[in-house]
């Protein structure tokens, strides 16, 4: 019998070539190039296959305009088959963002801004009544299934007179319910030799590569002591791209120093991806490959890292009884000017295109070009 769906001569990272067979959203065989078809035949020829890419920071609720945006057009239609919204909401509008899966592809998860109104406000943690324990609480309990970690946003605009107080709010809860805290770091106050030393094992730090004063390298473009020594803990390290939050010069300072690539994700709304200096993932992609960081290294972090920090390993592997979820992409060799959030540009020799995605036993292609 033909199976349901064929995604034929991909290949893998690792340059093996395959197809790919599927019944029911689910992959049943992988064989020699071009010797299966299926009731639907995917050609897949001079593409790259991974599991589907995970972005774990998004703004996904669009409501929140300009920083939220539509859950595909952030999603599938950019080749990402999962994303995480980093925090939009808090306690009192995150079933709002529960319910808006229904009317989307793309799978999606969310960390709870531990200020119960979340990014209505951009000073969301300026006045302390809105961290609000016990609807933090009942959040939890009523979307566990999709909850998947608490979002902090700690920096002066956000935080206001507050300093560090909101963020050890969050480790409170985050002890108290053994989930993970994201933490967002920018300007000072606090500064980042407090938050730093704060975060726990699997906490997450996103903007890590941003450009400004207050940020994790010191004025030689060295890493400071409060980063080696969290990487040291099991803290992991997050790009959340942005409007404001990538530096090509601080990325370079990271690659220097050895740091390894954990997750890249794009903090995109409907204002980055529109003007820039986001667009999409494959674009951020492209950044760290023209840095110099491998085909392997750039797709690991958007596939096995975010999948194994998730705990759903499956997201991030293909593999015989397992829910096809895959991205199909291109390398192509032509140059793509990048731009970082210091207005600062790059141009690659090569763009990395994502071109299509299964999900829930259906193939999208992507209409967005990187
Ligand atoms: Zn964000």
Known sequence: MKPSMVLSRVRFLNGEIVDIAMENGRITGLHEPGTVSGTQTING????????????????????????????????QGGCTTIVDAGSCGADRIHELAASRKQSHTRLFAFLNISRIGLERTDELSQLHWIDETAVMQALENHADFIIGLKARISSSVVGENGITPLRRAIQFAEDTGLPIMTHIGSAPPLIEEIMPLLRSRDMVTHYLNGKANNLFDEKGLPKSVLTDAIERGVKLDVGHGTASFSFETAQQAKDAGISLHTISTDIYRGNRLNGPVYNMANVLTKFLTLGYTLTEVIEAVTTAPAAWLDRPELGRIQVGDAANLTLFSIEPRPSRLIDSEGRTYTSTHTIQAEGVILNDQYFTCPIRA
């Open 45 to 76: 020829e001079g593409l790259y296959v991974s599991s589907g890419w995970i972005d774990m920071h998004v703004h996904a609720f669009p409501a929140f305009d300009p920083y939220g945006d539509e859950i595909d057009a952030i999603g599938i």
